[in-house]
């Protein structure tokens, strides 16, 4: 979680009534389990997880952070045509990042068999595909879908944005953002001093999604009783 920073020293007194600053830390919850009730909300220090991904193996969201400077994460399903509509820019900007950035694509109602294949027919190589597990899908309140979050090299949920985005640049301008070396933990959608940065500010506010959005992006439930009825 966030923790004051132990390599810093701090000074006050009661003489000089000066202002303390604490720097804070964020590192990622390895110890403990994530409670039943947790809902992550932007700024929160996620706790790890593990998925078995369609090809067999595991991602370990800590492991994955000892590499790459972000993960993406995305939920999405293979009925789902905003998702796909949204995956070759993902796929394009996952491979120009593919030193600093993961890209783990979920489906929230496929088996990994079928993901598999979807991978495969589509030449998603640079993708981990997988199926959420359901305690991932319910902290991250998913109902529609696509839905895309950011976890920083931190452990920080950094952007959570519900929506299909289909521009390259949609990606690789906020990859931008959490790959410098000089790095410091950042909320992509909150106010900034500078109106022209790209990747911050008010024109990046995208949590929560509009009822438009909402309304135009089918959820799982949906799905579910449309497979159903056919």
Not at 102 to 116: G, I, K, P, R
Not at 137 to 160: C, E, K, L, Q
């Amino acid at each position: 979680g966030w923790k004051a920073n132990e390599e810093i020293t701090y000074k006050t007194s009661t003489t000089s009534q000066s202002d303390l600053t604490v720097a804070m830390k964020a590192k990622l919850i390895t110890d403990e389990t994530i409670p039943t009730d947790k809902r992550y909300q932007l700024g929160d220090v996620m706790y790890d997880f593990s998925v078995t991904l369609s090809d067999g193996s595991t991602f370990t969201l800590s492991e994955e952070l000892q590499t790459k400077d972000v993960v993406l994460i995305n939920f999405w399903a293979t009925w789902c045509t905003p998702c796909k509509m949204e995956f070759p820019s993902m796929h394009n900007a996952a491979t120009l990042y593919i030193g600093d950035v993961t890209v783990l694509a979920l489906s929230t109602t496929d088996s990994n068999q079928a993901v598999e294949s979807f991978k495969n027919t589509n030449k998603f190589t640079n993708f981990k595909m997988g199926s959420a597990p359901q305690d991932l899908t319910t902290a991250f309140s998913v109902g529609g879908i696509p839905h895309s979050i950011m976890v920083d090299r931190y452990g920080v949920v950094s952007f959570n944005h519900v929506g299909s985005m289909t521009s390259t640049s949609d990606f690789t301008t906020r990859f931008n953002v959490f790959t410098p070396d000089d790095y410091k933990s950042t909320v992509l959608g909150t106010p900034t001093s500078d109106p022209d940065d790209p990747s911050t500010g008010e024109d990046n506010q995208l949590i929560p999604p509009t009822d438009e959005v909402l309304s135009q992006t089918p959820s799982a439930a949906q799905s579910k009783n449309a497979l159903q009825a056919d």
